[in-house]
């Protein structure tokens, strides 16, 4: 299993970015998994940023601090997921990651990471 994000850049205050995150290995659209985007920032633990669950029925749950300013999405056919990232802050600088749990089978997929600035 890989989970490869990408789309990580440099970017400046009230600016947008599209991060991608490509499966292989799973396939996204299994009852199982609960998908997720979470950052993490040095010296603070990862907080989850949106998470896509696929049963009982598909459902797309945020964090309440985004304030509404992040999408998150999923391309069936591309088996890949998204974060659009619009209204950008300085306090969305951190490292964004892709993660996969499997309910069933109590397992779960991190991607690298990619490294999210943005300029004040």
């Known amino acids: 299993v890989q989970l490869v994000e990408s789309g990580g850049a440099l970017v400046q205050s009230g600016g947008s970015l599209r991060l991608s995150c490509a499966a292989s290995g799973l396939t996204l659209t299994y009852s199982g998994y609960k998908m997720s985007w979470y950052r993490q920032t040095p010296g603070k633990e990862r907080e989850a940023v949106a998470t896509i669950t696929n049963f009982p029925s598909r459902r797309t749950d945020y964090s309440a601090s985004l304030k509404g300013r992040f999408t998150m999405s999923r391309d069936d056919h591309k088996n890949t997921l998204y974060l659009q990232m619009s209204r950008m802050e300085p306090e969305d600088t951190a490292v964004y990651y892709c993660?996969?749990?499997?309910?069933?089978?109590?397992?779960?997929?991190w991607g690298q990471g990619t490294q999210v600035t943005v300029s004040s």
């Open positions: 993660h996969v749990f499997d309910v069933h089978e109590i397992r779960e997929y």
